[in-house]
């Protein structure tokens, strides 16, 4: 019963948010002077005047800012997101965006998977040997990670892995893009599709490519993630029913994993889940470096042309992601503790 | 009346100094925490000494911005210097020493470096002034107000959490054009909603103590609570998420330079620097990797300080 | 009355310990000296502060990190507990030594349920379960959790040899004691409440959980560090009645510690009064009513409001618990006794017997 209504506000939450989202976006895009007039992804240089009249009226250009949002609301859901600039042939921007999507997809669910398994046990480590050497040294490695600026490190890492690795004849990992090679599409996003039609060249070539940034995503927040799970740990080892599970003469690795984990990794979860919704709204400094076909790197290029069209779609779409995020975290948190479930 | 809440003032000032004090002490003894005080204050008085130390003007080659490349210096490392990147590299065999190499304008990258820390420093540290100032505010507030503008408050943070950070910079900047204000600005509305989110979550939990009921029974004003009591009780979290953002804060700028909002394409700014060396990594690679280097030393240095002041801080260990 | 005739099961002598705090060093444990006798229930009676919990958690070895021993022995069976490894010690709290806390709500975990929390006691003893798994199958006949406590310490080795028994048959037995022992602590439906959490049952349930994780233990030695305090006054009377009734039927030691004398009065074969870290008088229960002889022991007796003589104001002993970190020289409790001499300012009495069963330490009797 619960969850129905838990439900219902969150997607309440998410149409309010939507609708501010996207009024922000459109006043800022739409109502400043900018260097492409607003209809100029719509006209191609063959129309006539007419031609562009029509157009103008069709989209409701003409009209004061405020009415043409509502031609905008009106256009989106009829399915047409509008066109996006030069800088990407004049595509619907909904196709370029969907387009770039599932590469950020990958992205985000590798940079998450290395996050969560050198992040974790780093602050659970931190945790059990608290104020000693091994402590110290994963405080350092989490806070550097956190201190590393991600326009540098995504370089160093090419440096190292893919130049100098190749001139000290070294097998070296491919600097930058995604796989070139081919694979039929299914779920659209490329490494699963590798999978599902047992295409392992692909599913290797891509994982190599995907390896370094990756890793650079996820050398900046395993830090953080590590002295959450630190502190949530520290806190529930001074419980008393770990008190009562060690005076039970179970073995520390089971007080530990039993005991303390479930409960230290609850806060854990809602910072995992931020972060995969963040990673889902590409990482544009990274896929910068590393050319990454994403959405990101979109975003970038849109940003600096001003295409508001593709930045709608854009916000649009990762405000979504967000509140659909922050749901399935919630019901995770309600599965981890039951004291919240039986509410 | 007055005597009895300026009593309650005094007691909570003593309590607050052995507090202080007790948390010297603590601090003190994390070695840790204490390199990173030590490397702080050290770019901070690098930061203030850095226009002493070397000429502004070095930044700007003559002729600037017309006669853009008047040195034949680009992308240079000296010919006998200690480090070796490999024979891609152009060698300089002049008279003049750099010890960090030159950038594209050949312009003397470890000079540079030292006129951007100032740079650097100054900016992260009005953002996140400000946001802290701005979001504790409102947050406190939201918290201890309730209701409908709790509900507004918290609801225009949504909003905000919901924008990809970055994008709404850019976004922001690319409107508003590329000076340092728009910049300042941009970033400010980006970080703002921690703080009036911790902050909320604060005041939340310190208005159900018992001595604000007393304070409301001794007659004492809302505001007056709010401001002398509740906030000074609950801004610890503040300060340690401040000092962090400190390195937060001058990440994100840099790397917004670093993608091109810089308002001048000569500007020393560590960010700025290093997206100068982008087309040259491998020919040239100190030019991302110093100052890259020096923001991360700069970064972590704050980050550990305030690492060191949240576990100083955390309530629990204070028996 | 022959319990005296047998070596005690626990002896703590001169016990000091000392936890490290940044206001200074707190001496909480100032020379204990205790003995607990086999199938004995020893009260340990004392304000809060004057070391009875960590009395208790220094003899199951689990001190928290500022704290230390500074001297002292803690005999066990014939071993110094205080000397042995943490491996050991895990062993002995596996198996020897069991301990109820105080507050079921936070001793327990909220996010496991109880039948994971108790079966992995039983766990512990896995040898111990295949061998009642065997002893089904051999003997034909049901084992419980009777049968199993009495197989405790006769271990017949010859079974094992020609029986394979998998882990699924001893998880089964496990539950299946599991289920026994919360019959045991007269817990009603204990299938359901194996499936529950801990938020979901009473306090009192959760309390007679906390006492089953203990039996299953098939411990010598019982620790029950204020297990009533928490509990409002009935539930306490139905926990100490099941506490008498184990303590009969089972070969164990019981050490209750209590801040409240009643609670002592109804369980304990001998009450040992504690203060200021120092253990002051102990007697059996009877005699410590009839005859207190240390002057905290009597104060605390006349403190004890009487339902049959009503009085205005109720008597209490003047002055508050002597703080840790600077105690009062000689004896601790000098500055409240209302007997106090020069010597008590200087020396610290030793625990003599006086008579039969009955120790004390103070100068007045001649000490």
């Not at chain 1, 160093?156 to 694979?183: K, M």
């Amino acid at each position: 019963m619960k969850l129905y209504e838990y439900v219902i506000r969150r997607l309440i939450t998410l149409i309010f948010v939507l609708f501010v989202v996207s009024f922000i976006v459109f006043y800022l895009a739409r109502g400043f002077p900018s260097a492409i007039s607003p209809w100029a992804p719509y006209i191609h240089p063959k129309m006539t005047t007419e031609q562009i009249e029509q157009v103008i009226k069709e989209h409701g250009f003409d009209k004061p800012l405020t009415e043409q949002y509502f031609y905008w609301i009106r256009d989106i859901l009829r399915g047409d997101w509008g066109l996006t600039g030069t800088w990407a042939n004049g595509r619907p921007a909904n196709e370029v965006f969907f387009r770039h999507f599932p590469y950020t997809v990958e992205l985000a669910i590798f940079g998450t998977i290395i996050t969560i398994a050198i992040g974790i046990p780093l602050g659970i480590v931190s945790a059990i040997k608290n104020n000693r050497l091994p402590d110290h040294i994963c405080r350092v490695i989490a806070l550097a990670g956190y201190s590393t600026p991600s326009y540098w490190f995504g370089f160093i890492l090419q440096l190292i892995f893919f130049f100098y690795f190749s001139l000290w004849g070294l097998p070296h990992l491919p600097s930058s893009g995604a796989s070139d090679l081919e694979v039929t599409k299914i779920t659209g996003i490329p490494i699963l599709d590798g999978l599902l039609t047992g295409n392992l060249a692909f599913v290797q070539d891509e994982f190599l490519h995907l390896i370094l940034p990756s890793f650079s995503l996820a050398f900046i927040s395993l830090g953080f993630l590590a002295r959450i799970v630190r502190a949530s740990m520290l806190e529930v080892l001074r419980q008393d029913y770990i008190i009562m599970a060690r005076s039970k003469g179970l073995k520390d690795r089971v007080v530990i994993y039993r005991h303390a984990l479930k409960n230290a990794l609850i806060p854990a979860v809602t910072l995992i889940g931020l972060f995969f919704a963040s990673l889902l709204g590409g990482a544009m400094i990274t896929e910068y470096v590393f050319s990454w076909p994403g959405v990101g790197q979109q975003a970038l290029r849109a940003v600096m042309q001003g295409d508001s069209n593709f930045l709608l779609i854009y916000s649009f779409v990762f405000a979504i992601v967000v509140v659909s995020v922050n749901l399935v975290v919630d019901i995770i948190y309600a599965f981890l503790d039951p004291r919240i479930r039986y509410q | 009346m007055q005597g009895q809440v300026g009593e309650v003032r005094k007691g909570e000032l003593e309590a607050r100094l052995a507090d202080i004090k007790y948390m010297l002490h603590i601090f003190r003894k994390n070695a840790l925490v204490m390199v990173g005080t030590a490397i702080a204050l050290f770019f901070i008085v690098i930061a203030l000494l850095a226009n002493i130390i070397v000429d502004p003007k070095l930044a700007y080659p003559e002729g600037y911005p017309n006669n853009m490349y008047p040195f034949e210096r680009k992308y240079m490392w000296n010919a006998n210097h200690l480090i070796q990147w490999g024979t891609q590299v152009a060698l300089y065999h002049g008279p003049e020493f750099f010890p960090l190499g030159t950038d594209g304008w050949g312009r003397d990258l470890f000079k540079m470096i030292i006129l951007a820390i100032p740079v650097d420093l100054y900016n992260a540290a009005i953002i996140t002034v400000t946001a802290a100032v701005f979001g504790t505010l409102l947050g406190a507030i939201a918290g201890y107000v309730g209701g409908k503008i709790d509900e507004l408050i918290m609801r225009v943070t949504d909003v905000f959490f919901a924008f990809p950070s970055l994008v709404l910079a850019l976004v922001f900047a690319a409107m508003f054009g590329r000076t340092l204000e728009t910049l300042r600005l941009a970033i400010m509305l980006v970080w703002w909603p921690t703080y009036a989110r911790l902050m909320r979550g604060q005041v939340l939990s310190e208005k159900e103590k018992l001595y604000v009921e007393a304070l409301r029974a001794l007659g004492v004003g809302h505001i007056r609570i709010l401001l002398r009591h509740i906030i000074p009780n609950a801004i610890y979290p503040i300060l340690v998420q401040a000092t962090m953002d400190l390195g937060g804060v001058v990440l994100t700028f840099s790397a917004l330079m670093f993608l091109g909002f810089s308002p001048s394409p000569a500007l020393p700014e560590l960010g700025n620097l290093a997206a100068d060396g982008y087309a040259h990594v491998f020919d040239a690679p100190w030019v991302i990797i110093f100052p890259g280097l020096t923001m991360l030393v700069m970064s972590l240095a704050f980050n550990l300080v305030g690492d060191g002041l949240r576990d100083v801080l955390d309530p629990r260990l204070r028996r | 009355m022959t319990k005296n005739e047998n070596p005690p099961l626990l002896e703590i002598r001169n016990l000091k310990v000392n936890f490290h705090t940044y206001r200074g060093e707190v001496k909480a444990l100032n020379g204990v000296y205790l003995k607990i006798y086999p199938r004995e229930v020893l009260a340990l009676v004392g304000e809060s502060g004057c070391g009875k919990s960590v009395t208790a958690l220094t003899i199951i070895g689990l001190l928290p990190d500022n704290a230390y021993v500074l001297s002292g022995e803690i005999i066990y069976k014939g071993r110094d507990l205080l000397k042995l490894s943490k491996e050991e010690m895990r062993l002995l709290r596996a198996s020897e030594l069991a301990t109820v806390f105080q507050d079921p709500m936070t001793y327990l975990n909220p996010v496991l349920k109880i039948s994971t929390q108790l079966e992995e006691v039983f766990m512990l003893h896995e040898d111990s379960l295949k061998e009642a798994v065997v002893t089904e199958k051999v003997e034909g006949k049901d084992v419980g959790y009777a049968e199993f406590l009495a197989m405790k310490g006769n271990p017949k080795a010859l079974l094992f040899e020609n029986h394979r028994v998998s882990r699924g048959e001893v998880k089964r037995m496990a539950r299946k004691l599991c289920v026994d022992v919360l019959r045991l602590v007269k817990l009603p439906d204990p299938e359901r409440i194996l499936q529950q959490y801990p938020f979901e049952l009473s306090g009192g349930m959760r309390q007679r959980v906390m006492i089953a994780m203990a039996l299953a233990r098939r411990p010598s030695l019982f620790i029950a560090d204020e297990i009533t305090t928490a509990l409002d006054v009935t539930i306490q009377a139905q926990i100490l009645h099941l506490m008498r009734e184990l303590s009969e039927k089972i070969n164990m030691s019981t050490l209750m510690i209590t801040h409240d004398l009643s609670v002592a009065a109804e369980v304990a074969d001998r009450i040992a009064v504690m203060y200021g870290g120092n253990v002051v008088e102990v007697a059996p229960t009877i005699e410590i009513f009839k005859n207190p002889l240390h002057p905290y022991t009597t104060l605390l007796m006349e403190a004890i409001p009487n339902i049959l003589k009503p009085v205005d104001t109720l008597k209490s002993i003047p002055g508050t618990v002597p703080e840790m970190i600077n105690p009062p020289p000689g004896c601790r409790f000098h500055p409240r006794c209302p007997y106090s001499m020069d010597k008590c300012k200087k020396e610290k009495p030793e625990l003599v017997e006086t008579s039969s069963g009955h120790e004390v330490a103070c100068h007045l009797y001649g000490v």
